[in-house]
Nanobody, 117 residues
Framework: QVQLVESGGGLVQPGGSLRLSCAAS????????MTWVRQAPGKGLEWVSD???????YYADSVKGRSTISRDNAKKTLYLQMNSLKPEDTALYYC???????????WGQGTQVTVSS
């Protein structure tokens, strides 16, 4: 069955960095567009970044220039490198598989990122 398992979150000071990972299994990872989405406390879901099957990348304005999405198809793993973190980046970060555009059909359980001094 399809599984997405995020890791790499944690508590970091403003200005710090984190690399989130999402290990995929149960499907042909290289064939799918993948997404990072986040949910801040008390707020709705916010799209963060996409990477398509060809390696093309897209970012929300809120993280553009500070974050890099990447994928390792051999390891079936999606990454999000986040730099210059701000308190407003505090959220639960999910990876998701793009199903029929523009909907996501599978989600991970999320990894918590907290940016605080």
């Amino acid at each position: 069955q399809v599984q997405l398992v995020e890791s790499g979150g944690g508590l970091v000071q403003p200005g710090g960095s984190l690399r989130l990972s999402c290990a995929a299994s149960g499907f042909t990872f290289s064939s799918y567009d993948m997404t990072w989405v986040r949910q801040a406390p008390g707020k709705g879901l916010e799209w963060v970044s996409d990477i398509n099957s060809g390696g093309g990348t897209y970012y929300a304005d809120s993280v553009k220039g500070r974050s890099t999405i990447s994928r390792d198809n051999a390891k079936k793993t999606l990454y999000l490198q986040m730099n210059s973190l701000k308190p407003e980046d505090t959220a639960l970060y999910y990876c998701a598989r793009m199903g029929t555009w523009p909907t996501w059909d599978y989600w991970g359980q999320g990894t918590q990122v907290t940016v605080s001094s």
